[in-house]
């Protein structure tokens, strides 16, 4: 990863790699410094925020969620007056997309993760017990899915299931769920920096 900051500007990054590092010359040590010639190769070449934003998504939402209440009376209504006050929703302040890293925690069976807006999933074939873990990673370069950080997941994964094209674009968008848990104890966390086409 290379940070990179223009003065009075926000910090952004880069991810990718240096593939040669070489001093100029050791002529112009300067206390101890000395000049190097840095070559770094972007996987990616977005500039990312310096700081993640994150979600963190349950299966059953009704702990925020009045639902009906009897008597019934008119109007009815779910507790819920407009759909910004929904969970889910995410915020890609750049103007390019953004490459999420996504983490469920079991105990679930059979996740599926949609991006509404774009309609790209993200559907596993699995099941985790109470505690086990699926990290999804998106970015380029380091695309991967791991079953309790360290066992290959990618297998499980749909043929529908594109990494390379599940991103968040720019703006608001809304990423929901389903599975099955009958505990309500299973979530889903997303992370995202935002994406800028230029630093």
């Not at 500039?47 to 209440?69: H, M, Q, Y």
């Not at 507790?79 to 889910?88: D, I, N, Y």
């Not at 991103?167 to 968008?173: H, L």
């Amino acid at each position: 990863m290379l940070r990179l900051c223009w003065p009075g500007r926000p910090t952004r990054r880069l991810y990718g790699r240096i593939r040669r590092a070489e001093a100029v010359t050791t002529a112009r040590v300067i206390h101890g410094w000395i000049p190097l010639d840095l070559e770094f190769t972007a996987l990616d070449p977005s500039f990312n925020a310096d700081t993640a934003l994150g979600i963190i998504l349950s299966l059953d939402s009704s702990a925020t969620r009045e639902g009906f209440t009897a008597p019934v009376k008119a109007p009815i209504t779910t507790g819920v007056a407009s759909p910004a006050t929904r969970p889910g929703w995410v915020t890609n302040e750049g103007n390019t997309g953004a490459w999420p890293s996504l983490r469920i925690t079991g105990p679930v069976t059979h996740p599926r993760v949609l991006h509404v807006d774009s309609g790209q999933v993200l559907d596993l074939d699995v099941s985790l017990a109470p505690g086990e873990t699926v990290d999804i990673e998106t970015r380029p370069g380091t695309r991967w899915v791991l079953r309790n950080g360290s066992g290959n997941a990618a297998s499980a994964l749909s043929s529908a299931s594109r990494l390379d094209l599940f991103q968040i674009p720019p703006g608001r968008s809304e990423i929901r769920w389903t599975a099955s848990d009958y505990t309500n104890t299973s979530r889903l966390a997303v992370t995202w920096r935002s994406a800028w086409t230029a630093l």
